[in-house]
């Protein structure tokens, strides 16, 4: 039977406005999903480099992610630095953010690290409405976490996010430090795109291992940080073994980033890390950012 051709049009508009319905309410209804896993993959990574046990937080969280997001709320605090080493109050940020019509009940939903993501990429637009260029604006937000297990007053461990480049493409990862914030207590890298075998394996034990009980800071209380060396240690700075680790085989390119983003990311935040450590008795630190002879180190990397 021979149809019209507005039988046809007709019928692929319908078609296509059917389908067009179907996936907006699709994107709209798992919008929440989608939400609660990139939050829960945050706070995943934190309670692993905190020392959780992996498999038992992947348990809880296919069963009962609300659960995992309880234990994190309780057991962490967020904290943000600016670029003048100062703390910023999460609801200052909050306060900010409504200039660009977000509401408050929203906001109040969700967590610190969210506000400080939506706060940096909306750097350009709260920058227009104040009328200044966005450098000039930019408050250089640093986020870091404190574990205090249970809510305590004392701090377990203070975690901060690291991310750099690699071979390939950016390395995300978080970064653990003891309380007297100079000595490693572990680290993860959670997202890379290095080949898995070489540059890949960043994101295994065999590489992560090392990193507990690294130094960041020299004897004398200069910033150091933690270099990845081409080849072994005991070979390269024998002299040294605190502030390095040795370097995968064929994996040297992600190394020197690995090294790199480690060196600018942890510096960030010495400043203010050295008020809490004079603050916490550890007196011995210095707050300057250099160490000559291991900045050359890095040089030969
Ligand atoms: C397919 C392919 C994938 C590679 N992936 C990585 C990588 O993820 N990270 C890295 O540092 N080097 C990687 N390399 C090796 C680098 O090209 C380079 O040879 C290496 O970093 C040198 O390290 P080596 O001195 O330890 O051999 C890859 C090479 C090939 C051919």
């Keep these: 039977m021979q149809r019209s051709n507005l039988y046809t049009f007709g019928f692929a508009f319908a078609v296509t406005l059917f389908c067009s319905v179907g996936l907006a309410l699709a994107a709209t209804n798992l919008k929440p999903a989608q939400q609660i896993s990139a939050r829960l993959d945050v706070i995943k990574n934190i309670l692993s480099v905190a020392g959780y046990d992996d498999a038992e937080t992947n348990q809880t969280a296919a069963t009962d992610p609300k659960a995992v997001i309880d234990l994190f709320e309780k057991d962490f605090n967020a904290r943000v630095v600016d670029k003048n080493n100062q703390e910023v109050s999460i609801d200052a940020i909050k306060t900010e953010l409504q200039k660009l019509g977000y509401k408050p009940e929203e906001l109040d939903q969700k967590q610190a690290f969210e506000i400080v993501e939506i706060f940096s990429a909306k750097i350009g637009l709260l920058a227009a409405k104040a009328g200044v260029k966005k450098d000039e604006y930019d408050p250089g937000y640093s986020l870091l976490f404190l574990h205090q297990p249970g809510g305590q007053a004392e701090i377990a461990a203070y975690i901060v996010p690291v991310e ?10 978080y970064i653990a430090l003891q309380p007297d914030l100079i000595t490693v207590k572990d680290i993860r890298f959670y997202k890379h795109q290095e080949t898995p075998g070489l540059g890949g394996e960043i994101s295994t034990p065999v590489f992560t291992d090392q990193f507990p009980g690294k130094k960041i800071l020299a004897e004398d209380g200069t910033y150091t940080s933690i270099g990845v060396v081409k080849g072994k240690v005991s070979d ?22 690995v090294t790199d983003f480690l060196y600018e990311d942890l510096k960030r935040y010495n400043v203010y890390f050295q008020t809490i450590r004079e603050n916490t008795g550890d007196v011995s630190a210095k707050s300057d950012n250099q160490a000559p002879e291991l900045l050359s180190a890095r040089g030969e990397l």
């Design 164 to 173: 750099g480049f690699g071979l390939w493409d950016m390395i995300y990862g």
């Design 236 to 257: 390269v700075h024998p002299d040294q073994p605190e502030h390095y680790v040795d370097g995968i085989s064929g994996g040297t390119i992600t190394g020197r980033g």
